[in-house]
Nanobody, 124 residues
């Protein structure tokens, strides 16, 4: 069983930055692709970014490409999402997710484990 705990959310002004962290239970992280998803009020959950098991391959939705960076430190069982130039439309609850596969996916049904979510609010 993989347990995921997110942190780092908060309230920032438009144009500001935040770094989200997702810590996984020890011994279960290094062979999992990971991803970040978000859900805004009244909207469906959507894909944000994914990273393969080693960190060598990443993928982003077009809305965040160039502004967000996904990374991972397998020695610390931790994945990150650096978010720069935040916009009001980035406001959402952000979830980290782990897959049993080595390579990431844009589909939430490919992820088996989910964190509890962390709120990100970019105020205009």
């Amino acid at each position: 069983q993989v347990e995921l705990v997110e942190s780092g959310g908060g309230l920032v002004q438009t144009g500001g930055s935040l770094r989200l962290s997702c810590v996984a239970s020890p011994g279960t992280f290094t062979r999992n692709a990971m991803g970040w998803f978000r859900q805004a009020p009244g909207k469906e959950r959507e894909f944000v970014a994914a990273i393969n098991w080693s960190g060598s391959t990443t993928d982003y939705t077009s809305a965040v490409k160039g502004r967000f960076t996904i990374s991972r430190d397998n020695a610390k069982n931790t994945m990150y999402l650096q978010m720069n130039s935040l916009k009001p439309e980035d406001t959402a609850v952000y979830y980290c997710a782990a897959s049993t596969k080595l390579y990431g996916s844009r589909n939430d049904w490919d992820y088996n484990y989910w964190g509890q979510g962390t709120q990100v609010t970019a105020a205009s």
